[in-house]
């Protein structure tokens, strides 16, 4: 069985200021790990992904995460906030172990301030 | 490319009715799956398939929920009769192939919005 926490409902910066959205999974299997964003009223787009490669994952709107097994965590970061990057964000694990599904995470909803 | 796109993207109904919702994955896509995310949570999957076969189906309320795709591209997902607690969003999401690792990418399409009351 895996699970996906992401350890902020909610969290709120200021335009040009460092983002940092946590998660942390727990997997019998070495899991491949995403973050999703979904804006307002919009679907899921596909961030980044990690696959068992480079532990430091280059997404796109420069966003990055860093896959630290000793710590289960994957953290989602960007260094500088912008207005256009206020939306949901999701963590999801991958183990392809019995199941194809998905495990999402509840979300963090980020807020950037002007 | 065109993207995943559903239809409806709205849709209010009274408990008890019945509702269908309907998609088209990318072109090429054998793999479709239907999410549902209800509001403050992850979405969930309902259920997979693999061309016009079913692979996983062990969250669908089968007894209200169904759905199809009969000649193995688009795709309908049905509810009847409707509860309250259905109210979400229902997500559609397609793939290449089978699972989520190196080289499959699965796309989601914008949602259809379903308020029961």
């Known amino acids: 069985a895996q699970s996906v926490t992401q350890l902020d409902s909610h969290v709120s910066v200021s335009e040009g200021t460092p983002v940092l959205l946590r998660c942390n999974y727990s997997s019998s299997y070495s899991p491949s790990l995403f973050w999703y964003v979904q804006h307002p009223n919009k679907g899921l787009q596909l961030l980044l992904k990690?696959?068992?490669?480079?532990?430091l994952v280059k997404g796109i709107n420069g966003f990055e995460a860093e896959f630290k097994k000793s710590e289960t965590s994957f953290h989602l970061t960007k260094p500088s906030a912008h207005m256009s990057d206020a939306a949901e964000y999701f963590c999801?694990?991958?183990?392809?172990?019995?199941?194809?599904?998905?495990?999402f995470g509840k979300g963090t909803k980020l807020s950037v301030i002007p | 490319e065109a993207g995943v796109a559903q239809s409806p993207r709205y849709k209010i109904i009274e408990k008890r009715q019945s509702v269908a919702f309907w998609c088209n994955p990318i072109?090429?896509?054998?793999?479709l799956y239907w999410y549902q995310q209800i509001l403050g949570q992850g979405p969930k999957l309902l259920i997979q398939?693999?061309?016009?076969?079913?692979?996983?189906d062990s969250q669908l309320p089968k007894d209200r929920f169904s759905a199809e795709r009969l000649k193995g591209v688009d795709s309908t997902l049905k509810i009847q009769p409707a509860k309250l607690e259905d109210s979400a969003v229902y997500l559609c999401a397609s793939s290449y192939g089978l699972g989520a690792n190196s080289g499959n990418t699965i796309y989601f399409g914008e949602g259809s919005w379903l308020t029961v009351v």
């Open positions: 999801v694990a991958y183990s392809g172990a019995g199941s194809y599904q998905l495990t």
């Open positions: 990690y696959t068992s490669a480079a532990t």
């Open positions: 398939f693999q061309n016009n076969g079913v692979v996983d």
């Open positions: 072109s090429g896509h054998a793999t």
